[in-house]
């Protein structure tokens, strides 16, 4: 009996939310991995899909996880030096704005490995790993323009940090390759996370002819629906958020990252350097339409089908252009 309560205890552990912090673990020996995330798990986007990340490795490995959601800049480097502290051997900065504050723990615990995403400076035991979901929005690029029917479509992200530079570049890329003479227009609301000014950026390029949005912010789709137009989901599958609208999604699965970056860190083979996981390695994908596909003319499809395996095969590659943009 008392090994059956023993062995429940350490199930309900590992799902429940510690109050402090937001972090939760799974009890398990050998190295612990932590995340500071920027917005809460439940966004179906950018923290979603670091949280899974987290917990596909937990599940791989049996390594002891943890995490920390809704953490500010300002407390970044706070929560990150506590979970190094705290012995956690690998700690992932989930956020492009968090890379000075890994870095300045990781002068101080130099027995630590750090992950910051896209960071601008590495050290010995900091390395970076980047979302090469460009890819995935070259592919969403050619979709909108060649499914709009008013050939403006709309992009609406958060902040100009490098990966949402090159997502814009290569969703104008992409567009431009379906329908020269397309015009795509581009938001950055200046916050990673402001639903109701996401939404009121959309409605803004809707009323200005896009009647195809790139949704790289929640709430993006919102707005999607209530103009009725079609929005192209990103991080994860965001049809749910919207079934009539969303007609495809740029998934990334971190998994396979993490996983590997674990692993790496268990076997001391660890190195300082730009983890990228993207089409050719199974990460960035299109989600399913759900039937929204009937919308969008055949050769369309077809073309996307075929950039896509080329990507996959190496016979193409995506422009990587990380540039300024008024």
């Known amino acids: ?67 920390s959601e809704n953490v500010s800049d300002a407390d970044a480097e706070r929560i990150l030096r506590d979970y190094a502290s705290r ?13 000075d504050a890994a870095l300045n723990v990781a002068e101080d615990f130099p027995n630590t490995t750090f ?6 400076e590495l050290a010995p035991n900091l390395g970076t790993y ?8 070259y592919l969403a690029g050619m979709l909108g323009a060649g499914a709009s029917k008013t050939k403006t479509i709309g992009w609406v992200g958060g902040m100009p940090a490098p990966n949402m530079l090159a997502n814009l570049h290569a969703y104008e890329a992409g567009a431009k390759a379906m329908v020269p003479d397309s015009k795509v227009l581009h938001t950055f609301i200046g916050s990673w996370f402001d639903p109701p000014k996401a939404k009121e950026a959309a409605i803004a390029q809707v009323e200005q002819g896009a009647d195809v949005l790139s949704a790289q912010g929640v709430g993006v789709i919102d707005a999607a629906i209530a103009k009725n137009v079609f929005a192209l989901g990103a991080m994860t599958d965001q049809n ?16 396979p990252l993490v996983t590997a970056v ?31 596909d009937a919308g969008v003319p055949p050769d369309v499809l077809k073309a996307v089908q075929a950039k896509f395996e080329a990507i996959k095969s190496g016979a193409f590659t995506v422009p990587l252009d990380t540039s300024n943009v008024e």
């Open 240 to 255: 749910h958020l919207g079934p009539k609208v969303v007609l495809t999604s740029v998934t990334w699965d971190l998994g």
């Open 262 to 292: 674990a692993k790496a860190v268990e076997d001391k083979e660890w190195k300082s350097q730009n983890w990228s996981y993207g089409i050719a390695e199974g990460s960035v994908k299109l989600a399913d339409f759900h039937g929204l």
């Open 1 to 67: 009996m008392f090994k059956r309560l023993k062995a429940g205890l350490k199930v309900a552990l590992a799902v429940l939310p510690l109050a402090l912090g937001g972090t939760a673990m799974a009890e398990a020996d050998g190295l612990k991995v932590a995340m500071v995330l920027p917005g809460p798990i439940s966004d179906n986007d950018w923290n979603s899909v670091g949280y899974n990340g987290l917990q596909a490795a937990a599940k791989a490995l049996g390594v002891e996880v943890a995490y």
């Open 87 to 99: 012995g956690y051997g690998l700690i992932f900065a989930h956020s492009f704005s968090f890379g």
């Open 130 to 137: 980047s979302n090469p979901d460009y890819q995935g929005a």
């Open 115 to 120: 992950m910051a995403g896209t960071a601008k």
